[in-house]
């Protein structure tokens, strides 16, 4: 998932000839997703819609349950990037963004969003979210599950007051994020391209409700029709290139850059881009052959292989590869957004293309 620490609240230096653009408390996060605002007005809108969500998210997980109440506001409280709400707060911008039902479809997306995470956190046995203890490791992995169904349910039930249509596409987008959990969780199948099966995984888990929030935004924005379905297709689009960047920097980068130690995903046997194409490649030359022997052994939990797995990774055409296919998803995704009308907004969409595309160059 797109998923990552946010930088220091209220801290921007803003991207060249922004002119340092200021940013209100808890936004810092546009630094890490290279989002440019170049218009006051266009900031002013998504800040404003994004400190709505932000202080309805918090309101809407409160229970009658005190436990409940704390367990629910543990990841909403540690903070985030909130990129599915910004979504919707850029397509809304196609339409009117002040629309009384833009800030709760973006708490739906987020609550939607977290709802996964604290599912995810069991699945994976992880003991960290964003830098602050998971909730199956603070409280117990049942207690994580319930409260993850919570989170579902609060998204359902504010999704009912947008309307038949608003419940019909986040159930359906939850049903495609369990589809795709279940396709990782049990891996190709005989006869899959093990490519195609991770990209089909990326899409349903990571695409699919990024794909909705943009939708959200344009569909409660009252943008017209073709906007709101160019929306839904950048959406998507640019999710995947986003965790398909985040493959490549597991690899390419120092922690300080990708927020976590790097080949983490190759000493727990994640299946990644680059990877799966090293695994696939017929590359003859000695250190190819050698990097598909390392990678065959699975998780690479011995320090001398993984360091040299992640050398050999760094150099190969794997990596180049997986470059390459980031990029054309870029692309793919700045073309998706040719029906909308130029002007800030749009450019700020093509500005995550921009920054996608070259953050793992």
């Not at 005190?66 to 979504?87: Q, S, Y």
Request: proline letters at 5%; aromatic letters at 4%; one cysteine or more.
């Amino acid at each position: 998932m797109v998923e990552g620490v946010e930088t220091a609240a209220g801290q921007r230096t803003g991207a060249p000839g922004s002119g340092g653009r200021r940013t209100r408390p808890g936004t810092g996060q546009f630094d890490s997703l290279g989002l440019y605002l170049a218009d006051a007005r266009l900031e002013a809108s998504v800040l404003g819609l994004l400190e709505a969500v932000e202080a309805d998210l918090r309101s809407s997980v409160a229970s009658a349950d005190p436990l409940v109440t704390e367990a629910a506001r543990h990841l909403v409280e540690a903070g985030g990037k909130r990129f599915r709400p910004l979504l919707v707060a850029l397509g809304a911008q196609f339409g009117d963004p002040a629309g009384p039902q833009v800030v709760p479809a973006a708490v739906v997306m987020e609550l939607t969003h977290l709802a996964t995470l604290y599912h995810d956190d069991v699945m994976d046995e992880a003991s960290v979210r964003r830098g602050a203890p998971s909730a199956n490791s603070r409280w117990t992995n049942s207690v994580a599950i319930l409260v993850g169904d919570y989170l579902f349910a609060r998204a359902a039930d504010i999704a009912a007051d947008l309307g038949t249509e608003a419940v019909r596409l986040q159930a359906r987008t939850f049903a495609r994020l369990v589809h795709g959990q279940i396709a990782e969780t049990v891996g190709p199948r005989a006869g899959d391209d093990p490519v195609q099966h991770y990209l089909r995984v990326i899409a349903e888990k990571t695409g699919s409700l990024i794909a909705t929030s943009a939708r959200f935004g344009g569909m409660f924005g009252g943008a017209p029709a073709a906007h709101v379905e160019a929306l839904a297709g950048y959406g998507e689009t640019i999710g995947l290139a986003f965790q398909l960047s985040d493959d490549l920097l597991d690899i390419s980068s120092e922690s300080v850059q990708s927020g976590k130690t790097p080949g983490t995903d190759l000493r727990e046997g994640v299946p990644t881009l680059p990877v799966l194409y090293a695994l696939a490649s017929d590359d003859a030359d000695a250190a190819s052959v050698r990097l598909r022997e390392v990678l065959a052994t699975g998780p690479l939990t011995d320090d001398d292989l993984h360091a040299e797995a992640l050398g050999l990774l760094r150099e190969s055409p794997a990596l180049k590869r997986a470059r390459e296919t980031v990029r054309s998803y870029a692309e793919e995704a700045r073309e998706q957004l040719s029906p909308l009308p130029e002007g800030p907004a749009r450019r700020a969409l093509e500005s995550l293309c921009d920054f996608v595309a070259d953050r793992t160059s």
